[in-house]
């Protein structure tokens, strides 16, 4: 697709993200990248990615001063992708922190629900390749489906509402690999698409073809 100006992607940096890897992957599906630890930033890109590789008490303690501007940039429509820790940082709250001994630790609560461990039947992190079974349309995953992503994890997303998950991957139990918000503007991946090969690709150029304000 021939655009008429580029897209520019704003990564957020609160210190625990994988920003190397992903900005070169947005860069890879031909975004503006920028990596930015000045809240005020975000309100002039297109679109925002909340990184994260981690712990949720630690990603929502260190991402506090990005709070309100996170909610502004849902609220002006522009596109919000949380990847991994950044994309249970979209729900309201995990069972990390109490597993922890943290209490309750308060997320973004953009997509209601709660982060929960996986059994202890399971080899907990769930860790490599697995696939993506996609449940409903969304942008972020045209032209992807049945496909494998790369996953590091102990957690996943378990939304309030079913209709949130957009793809499900199986690992002991089906969980939701792929979440979105009503609006289909705040959505995350539990896997990595910056480790993802072309599926991962693809993925990021969905995001950035979503982010353009031309289309």
Known sequence: MNRSRDVSIAIVDYGLGNLRSVKSG??????????VDDPGALSTADGVVLPGVGAFAEGMDNAGPYRDAIREVVET???????????QMLLTGSEESTHAGQGDVEGLDLVPGQNRRFSTEMTV???????LSVEREHPLLEGVDGEYAYFVHSYYADPDDDGAAVATTEYGERFASVVSDDSGQVFGTQFHPEKSGETGLRILRNFVELADPTR
């Not at 596109?79 to 820790?85: D, E, R, Y």
């Not at 992190?125 to 696939?131: D, F, K, L, Q």
Request: glycine residues 14%; proline residues 7%; negative net charge.
């Open 26 to 35: 947005l860069e890879r599906a031909d975004a503006t990248v920028a990596v």
């Open 125 to 131: 992190p769930h860790m490599g390749w697995n696939t």
């Open 77 to 87: 429509g522009t596109p919000l992708f949380g990847i991994c820790l950044g994309m």
